[in-house]
């Protein structure tokens, strides 16, 4: 009797396996807008100057909402080092980040204790 492996057999065949939908992100709050190609966030309207190391970090939570971080998965992907132990490195651009944001944005950001941050956009009071 041979055993099979559906996942070899779709690696190697000559038909290709159907495309799976992503999962729907949802979108950001409304009236936050963060364009990674001009690099410019703007908060209801208002244009937020944000030096490079913020904006990467805010891009990167937009960018995949409602999923935790850890402050090590941060530092590897925003700061592209790994973790060095130094965690309110990561708290202090969040608070900064949460500042700009102002208060109906702020909230969105969300910290999960003991882990790290998360972006959820259902979090945000709009006016």
């Not at 500042?99 to 003991?114: D, F, M, N, S």
């Amino acid at each position: 009797m041979a055993l099979r492996y559906p996942r070899l057999d779709a690696l190697f065949s000559d038909h290709p396996a159907p495309a799976r939908r992503p999962a729907p992100r949802p979108a950001p709050a409304p009236g936050l807008v963060v364009d990674t190609e001009q690099r410019t966030v703007t908060v209801e309207g208002r244009p937020v100057t944000m030096p490079y190391l913020e904006f990467e970090l805010l891009a990167h939570l937009v960018g995949n909402p409602l999923r935790v971080h850890s402050l090590r998965q941060l530092m590897e992907n925003v700061w592209g080092r790994p973790d060095s132990g130094d965690s309110r490195t990561v708290a202090t651009h969040i608070a900064r980040i949460r500042r700009k944001l102002g208060p109906g944005h702020r909230e969105a950001i969300a910290t999960v204790r003991q882990i790290g941050y998360k972006y959820d956009p259902r979090l945000a009071r709009t006016a």
